[in-house]
Every structure is written in structure tokens, then in C-alpha cells.
């Protein structure tokens, strides 16, 4: 499969800028690493028309939330997104996907909140998960203060946090959760056991690898046994009908390309209303590097559509490809 020029741009930048695989060393050395490098990728921070941070109440203490809300949001009734950040459950914080966020805020007029969920491997599974059901039963319970409409929240996610919006909507399926009216999965991990095809065709080379992507899990892993749980391999659910409608955006030259399209796949044959885009010349995390790829904002506007024609209730399943 051939690179866009755009990725292949930005592997070439990091290429020239060396540095060590994450697993070769600590995890306290990759999340600095990643701190430096994200704010080279990400583009401009779009101006928004408020943005505030507060502690919620969570399982195991207070976890810190970021509220955006986009210029043309109602001051009451707004529609909302719990955004999920990426980063193997290991790296990532409220300023590594800030530029996302500001995104959805300002092209769905809603309000985006993300929690800055706590990470593995001092908090191995299920602790971000938790923290992410706390925050959506926060906005579900202060809707009223928040000014948005309980009825109209999705959950998005990217990469791990992609994983964590899967599963939590599966958990709101099921009533362990509250309610969600739609769901945006951005190259999501689904499946754990990590043997799909892509890992072999995409497994070096092309940015997140193989063996990278092993490190991650294994931090977020308490033994071996969680792989095959469904909470950490949502693709491995028993049954996926009458989960939110879905929004999949899968990247091509990406070692989670394969498992993101099974579970779309799962999606459409339960009869759930679903998107799947595929961008096929791209590379895991390009929502995240709109500095250089400016397909990121697509991705994003694209994700926004798609949530407006699930609330209209006017959307068969589909699949397109650029």
C-alpha cells in the first residue's frame, strides 16, 4: 500500500529526529519523549469559546476533566462528546489531543469533555475504563450545569482511548452505563490478542509498531488472562447489537487496520447503524499530526457529520474508501 506523502513526511521527521522505541526503555522516559514530540505534530490550537478544567469524583479519587465548548454551542441543551485520548493507555494527557477536541467542539457546536483517566501500568485495567464511566455519569447527572442535553451524548475516542469509547459503549448497552446516542472510534484497538494481518504488514515502519504496541499492552494487562476479556477486547464481545451508532475511521498503513475493520464489520452484521471511512494512505495517529496531514480535520469533520445523521435517524450502514 502506498504512503501518503503527508505520512511519509512525518515518518521522515521522525526518523531525523531519533530517539529510542518506548520499550527500550521506561515508561517515565516515553511520556516525556511523547511530551516533546506531540506539540511538533499537532497544528494550531483553534480558538474555541470556553474552556475550563475541574475535578470530578472517581472510583479511586478525583480525576481532572478539560470542558471545551465550541463557538456556536447553545448556552442549554448542547450536544455533547466524552473524548477518550489515545496513547497505549500509557502516554497521553488533556494536551495531547487538545487539538482534536477544539475540533469537534467548534464543527459539532457541542461541548467536549475528556478526563485526563489514569494510566497504566500504575493503574493497570480496569482504571482508566472506570474513570471513563465516571465522567459520563458527571455529565449525565449535570447536564443542567454543563448545558448540555443528557440525551444527546456520544463518546469518541482515539487509538486506546478508541478502545475505552468501544467498550464503555457496550457497557452503556448493557445498563452498567449511562445512555449514549453515538459513538466515534478513531483507528480503535479492539482486540488485544494482536494477531490480525496488519501486524505483519505494518508492523515496522510505519510509526506505531508491533513491538511497541505489545509494551502497551503489556503494561495495561494484570495478567495474560485480560486479553481474552472483552472489556480490553471489545472485538471478542458475544454480541454487539444495540450498541450507539458508530462512526470507524481507520487508517490503512496501520497495525490495528485489520481489528478496526472486524469490528466495524461485527457492527454493520448486528444491524447497528454505522460508518465505516477508511483513509488508506495513512498512518496510525494522524488525527493527532494536523500540523503536517490535513486529512486530520477531515477525519474529524467527517466524524461530526456522521453523529448529526445518527440523531436525524437517516443513516443505513455504509462503507467508503478515499
Known amino acids: 500500500m502506498t504512503l501518503d506523502p503527508d505520512a511519509l513526511r512525518v515518518l521522515e521527521i521522525g526518523r531525523a529526529a531519533g530517539g529510542e522505541p518506548f520499550e527500550n526503555g521506561s515508561v517515565a522516559a516515553a511520556r516525556a519523549a511523547y511530551n516533546a514530540s506531540f506539540p511538533t505534530l499537532q497544528g494550531e490550537h483553534e480558538p474555541i469559546a470556553t474552556t475550563l478544567e475541574q475535578q470530578i469524583d472517581g472510583p479511586n479519587g478525583p480525576v481532572t476533566i478539560r470542558i471545551h465548548r465550541g463557538i456556536g454551542a447553545p448556552r442549554s441543551g448542547a450536544p455533547a462528546l466524552l473524548y477518550l485520548h489515545g496513547g497505549g493507555w500509557v502516554i497521553g494527557n488533556l494536551d495531547s489531543h487538545d487539538e482534536i477536541c477544539r475540533w469537534l467542539a467548534n464543527l459539532g457546536g457541542a461541548v467536549i469533555v475528556c478526563p485526563d483517566y489514569r494510566l497504566a501500568p500504575e493503574h493497570k485495567f480496569p482504571a482508566g475504563l472506570e474513570d471513563a464511566r465516571a465522567t459520563l455519569r458527571f455529565m449525565v447527572e449535570n447536564a443542567a450545569e454543563l448545558g448540555i442535553d443528557r440525551t444527546r451524548i456520544g463518546v469518541a475516542g482515539d487509538s486506546a482511548g478508541g478502545n475505552l469509547a468501544a467498550v464503555l459503549a457496550l457497557l452503556a448497552r448493557d445498563g452498567l452505563a449511562p445512555a449514549l446516542a453515538a459513538q466515534i472510534l478513531i483507528y480503535p484497538n479492539t482486540d488485544a490478542r494482536q494477531t490480525a494481518d496488519s501486524y505483519r504488514r505494518f508492523g515496522d515502519g510505519f510509526g506505531l509498531t508491533a513491538a511497541t504496541m505489545a509494551w502497551f499492552r503489556d503494561h495495561y494487562m494484570r495478567t495474560p488472562d485480560d486479553i481474552m476479556d472483552w472489556r480490553v477486547s471489545p472485538l471478542l464481545a458475544p454480541e454487539l447489537a444495540g450498541v450507539a451508532p458508530a462512526f470507524v475511521a481507520l487508517a490503512g498503513c496501520d497495525i490495528l487496520a485489520d481489528e478496526g475493520a472486524a469490528y466495524a464489520k461485527r457492527l454493520q452484521a448486528a444491524g447497528v447503524p454505522m460508518i465505516l471511512r477508511q483513509w488508506p494512505g495513512q498512518i496510525h495517529g494522524f488525527v493527532s499530526m494536523g500540523r ?31
Not at 315 to 322: H, I, K, P, V
Open 292 to 322: 503536517h496531514i490535513p486529512a486530520a480535520r477531515q477525519v474529524v469533520a467527517e466524524g461530526v457529520a456522521a453523529w448529526r445523521q445518527f440523531e436525524r435517524g437517516s443513516l443505513a450502514s455504509a462503507a467508503q474508501a478515499d
